[in-house]
């Protein structure tokens, strides 16, 4: 009788491990069509840039990087055979040079760095690191005319951020409309 039940249990147990073992091997073959598939859509990516930019002759400089914007990926049962992704949806953007950490008003420097020195066509970006909420806006608390004429990020929450391309040369003040005697100036030359 022992007989019956050692070779029942044994039959369990092998006939779980080989499900388990069928599973496993399911899944890593799934995993590695995934992956097959994903070198495809990537290789077709880099050819459709690399095409675009050769026949615009774009260059591409350290400032710059590239956002695939809106691309529509092919379904993993079509054909990858010579497929060119549009590129008429490509588009380059600025990285920002500078960033500007946002803190407590009663730091300091609430604004850090307070001042800032860039060029023309350089962007700036403001990273609200405090726990409260401020702004980012261009002017002098006290000048109503210059007051957000240039930007205005509006309230920033914690963690949020606000970016600005400065397109001409000059000084820009500019201080927190919630806490006016927090003050930032960006030299632009």
């Known amino acids: 009788m022992t007989l019956i039940y050692e070779t029942a249990i044994m039959t369990v147990i092998s006939y779980s491990l080989h499900m388990i073992l069928a599973r496993k091997l399911f899944v890593l073959i799934c995993t590695a069509v995934l992956f097959i598939q994903s070198i495809s859509v990537i290789s077709t990516i880099n050819l459709a840039f690399t095409r675009e930019f050769l026949n615009n002759n774009h260059n591409i400089s350290y400032k710059s990087h590239i956002l695939f914007i809106g691309t529509t990926m092919p379904s993993p049962s079509s054909s ?10 490509l588009t380059t953007t600025k990285i920002p040079l500078e960033k500007v950490l946002i803190g407590d008003e009663e730091s300091v420097e609430p604004f850090n760095p307070g001042q800032i020195n860039i060029t023309v066509g350089d962007t700036v ?65």
């Open 80 to 89: 990858f055979n010579n497929t060119i992704m549009p590129t008429e949806k």
């Open 125 to 189: 970006m403001w990273i609200n690191s405090d726990i409260e909420a401020h702004t980012v806006t261009s002017g002098y608390p006290d000048n109503k005319i210059t007051y957000a004429e240039v930007f205005d990020s509006g309230n920033l929450n914690p963690k949020q951020t606000f970016e600005h391309t400065f397109d001409k040369a000059g000084i820009y003040k500019y201080f927190c409309k919630l806490h006016p005697s927090m003050l930032g100036l960006v030299n632009v030359k």
